[in-house]
């Protein structure tokens, strides 16, 4: 057992730093620009555009470590907005399930950024029960095209997207997970309609998305017809892996810390204060167990095993933890928590405290509500039996 | 020993519940919140209209003379309605401090406003340094040769003050920062020179402003009672506003538990209603029992006030306290089995949440208040 980095993986450290801060976006210059450069500089560093991608597609073929310590570094330095749909959850299944041809055609596109993606997954009678859904595939008789008729609900950001990668039903007797068909369709057409759904942190990221009468080409179909729930599953376990986001509780940690030790009390401040103090420190002790517990996972992943245990806890925790922060946020404002929208009303952090725990109420909800992910460690892990 | 209503408590309560009724719908609600008084001017004439607005004030004022039982069974039935007229800063923690404070010509001139609905009051105590500290007040009130004070400071989350006619200020006469002795009440109508409203909308969907005093006149008959000595009304207009809070707040939480455990039996995933499954069973259970926790703390501090309002402080901090909490308990687990629904602002629940959240920040937050409890 050794917690050390060794030399080669504290050169790439310095390496990753060097990176990141060489090419932090300068203030004054164009957002956009920047961004899309940003991709090119890190493309020219073998792949660093696209960590997780295999070396056959591009990606660096990092080992688990290097994947650790560039997360670590990622979430402290400024890196360019990105979205996780094509890139982290499509990418994956074109590449491992797509044809030849469905890969040339859409993953560069994906790579290059100029191409948004969305996942169309849940519908309103498939949440957590997500195999129960409904939306309609049928094949046309000459077998050139799909025709899809339905509704999918919590679609982040469809409103921007240029396509959607969608579960839809082919087979209607059987087993539910057996009539899935793993379909791409683009949104910009006749017969979609996306209706914004508005979350209780008053934002739009998430709609509605109603499909009718669309022909999707059976060239735009992932693999065989009826398997698409066997290609889905795979892209979930990626989903809620990418979920835990502990490097960037790290590093909200600390700004919570800076934040409560700028309100002041008396002479002291809230960092003083102790139900405060011991709720942060509860947070704390948690987070430094968790950072362990994904050392573990990455630590068994590269040693070629199968995922253990101890990855299974990790989108719970995670996510856990993420609710906890947001709250100590919210209670770290104060009074101003729920002044959102102003400009010039108490401290600048506190104004967003209220929505900002709101919003976090979603974490344990989508990508497999909590309720769902302790029953398949009960089931997978634990080996209990319903 | 006898937890039931009397027959003009239960007459009350029916008739706020038949209100709510009428004029209540969540799309009402919404459309009310979007406008730019956030409340209805027609719903308040009403509340006048039946005599809400002077239940609780003394009969030797042209009130009902009735008591924090009477403002329990109203905020309760308004917190499931999710009510947006200022009735909890205006009638119940205004116009106390008026009761308790204002001499005859005062009373004359605003109480019988508050009474009839022609005007309304706020309360403006909260500075940014004191976060929930009452006595800490660096707002200053200096008086000039004409027997007149001259007020500067900056007063924060002033509940429904673009809409109120006058404010009723906390302001520093003497002593230090953070002395309970040298606090002065002051009656501030709000169209006098140099007083800066920023006014705007909470999470909740209610109003608060941050207000700014610049070198604003008052004539001597703006003083509330005597200078110096506000803080134990400031204390007690604090734990009646509590008592109310916690009511509508209780009332709020009967509702999320209930519309809860009603849509885990209706939304059927896995071939069968959620609430067939176990975990979401013992979680209704935890979140009813939680409530009903509040409900008796709600009723043990609003009678020991009643009987003994000095003797009760402990009480309202315990009460404040686990109102709080479980305010979160409950709206979590009310969210989290709703999944996506709970999340839009569709339904009551993202709302109802709302609001106890808001509530938790008023007079004083869980932990500041379970501190005082344990001091």
Partial sequence: MDINLNQEELSFQADVKEFLSENAHQPGTDYNEWRLNWFKVAASKGGWDVPKWPEAFGGPGWSPTQHYIWEQETSRAQTPWDLPFGLSMLAPVLMNYGSKEQQDRFLPDIRNRVVNWCQGYSEPNAGSDLANLKTKATLSEDGTHYLVNGTKVWTTLAHIADWMFCLTRTNETGKKQEGITFLLIPMKQDGIEVKPIITLGGSHSVNMVHITDVKVPVENRIGEENKGWGYAKGLLAHERTGLAGISRSIVALESLKKQAGSVKRGNGNLMDEPTFKLKVAELEADLMAVEYTELRSLANAASGNEPGPESSILKLKGTEIQQRLQRLTMEAGGIYSSAWGMSNVGPSFARSGMSGYLSSRAFTIYGGASEVQKDVVAKNVLGLKK | ?375
């Avoid at chain 2, 009969?59 to 109203?74: K, L, P, R, T, W």
């Avoid at chain 2, 007063?155 to 920062?177: F, N, P, W």
């Avoid at chain 2, 989290?336 to 004083?364: C, P, S």
């Fill in chain 2, 1 to 375: 020993m006898n937890f039931e209503l009397s027959e003009t408590q239960s007459i009350l309560k029916d008739s706020v519940e038949r209100f709510i009724a009428e004029s209540y719908s969540l799309d009402k609600r919404q459309s009310l919140v979007k406008s730019e008084l956030g409340f209805s001017q027609d719903n308040w004439k009403k509340m006048a209209e039946l005599g809400w607005l002077s239940i609780t004030v003394p009969e030797s004022a042209g009130g009902f003379g009735g008591n924090q039982i009477d403002s329990m069974i109203m905020m309760e039935e308004f917190g499931k309605g999710l009510v947006l007229e200022p009735f909890f800063i205006s009638t119940v923690v205004a116009g106390q401090i008026l009761c308790e404070l204002g001499n005859e010509e005062q009373k004359q001139d605003w109480l019988t406003g508050l009474i009839t609905g022609d005007c309304q009051l706020t309360f403006a105590y909260a500075e940014e340094q004191a976060r929930f500290d009452l006595e800490d007040v660096l707002t200053r009130a200096k008086p000039d040769e004409k027997g007149g004070f001259i007020i500067d400071g900056t007063k924060s989350m002033v509940l429904y003050a673009a809409s109120a006619d006058a404010m009723i200020v906390s302001c520093r006469t003497s002593g230090g920062q953070y002395e309970k002795k040298g606090i002065t009440l002051f009656l501030v109508p709000k169209d006098l020179k140099g007083v800066h409203i920023d006014s705007f909308e909470t999470v909740d969907g209610q109003r608060a402003a941050e207000v700014r005093f610049e070198n604003v006149r008052v004539d001597g008959n703006a003083l509330l009672g005597e200078e110096g000595v506000a803080f134990s009304t400031i204390k007690r207009a604090q734990q009646i506003g509590i008592l109310a809070l916690c009511a509508e707040a209780t009332g709020i939480m009967e509702c999320l538990y209930k519309d809860t455990a009603s849509y885990t039996q209706d939304r059927e995933q896995f071939d069968r209603p959620m609430s067939e499954f176990q975990v979401i069973q013992h979680r209704l259970v935890d979140m009813f029992m939680e409530y009903e926790q509040c409900k008796s703390m709600l009723l043990r501090a609003t009678l020991e006030f009643v009987h003994n309002p000095d003797g009760s402080s402990r009480s309202i901090h315990a009460l404040k306290y686990l109102v709080g909490k479980t305010a979160k308990f409950i709206g979590e687990n009310a969210i989290q089995l709703h999944g996506g629904m709970g999340m839009t602002e569709e339904l009551n629940i993202a709302h109802y949440f709302k609001r106890l959240l808001t509530i938790d920040i008023l007079f004083g937050n869980s932990d500041y208040h379970l501190e005082k409890f344990a001091a």
